[in-house]
Nanobody, 119 residues
Framework: QVELVETGGGLVQAGGSLRLSCAASGGTISSYTMGWFRQAPGTERDIVATINWIGDTTYYVDLVKGRFTISRDITKNTVYLQMNSLKPEDTAVYYC????????????WGQGTQVTVSS
């Protein structure tokens, strides 16, 4: 059972930056494709960025391309989401998730961390 704990959320002004962390336990992130998702009030949970289990391929939703960067530190078993040039529309609860290599199902989820961007 993989457990994921997100930290790093908070309140930031538009144009500012935050770095989210997702610490994994019970499994090594190098065995999983890791992803960041977000959910704003009244909306569905949407994918933001992913990094594959090998660590050589990343994906970003168009809305965050050029502003957000997903990365990982195998030694710390942690995945990061660096968020720059934040906009009020980035306000959401951000979730970390893990998907086993070869699987299409996002199986493990963290509890989420709130990101609020003020205008």
């Amino acid at each position: 059972q993989v457990e994921l704990v997100e930290t790093g959320g908070g309140l930031v002004q538009a144009g500012g930056s935050l770095r989210l962390s997702c610490a994994a336990s019970g499994g090594t992130i190098s065995s999983y494709t890791m992803g960041w998702f977000r959910q704003a009030p009244g909306t569905e949970r949407d994918i933001v960025a992913t990094i594959n289990w090998i660590g050589d391929t990343t994906y970003y939703v168009d809305l965050v391309k050029g502003r957000f960067t997903i990365s990982r530190d195998i030694t710390k078993n942690t995945v990061y989401l660096q968020m720059n040039s934040l906009k009020p529309e980035d306000t959401a609860v951000y979730y970390c998730s893990a998907r086993a290599a070869g699987s299409l199902t996002w199986t493990y989820w963290g509890q989420g961390t709130q990101v609020t961007v003020s205008s």
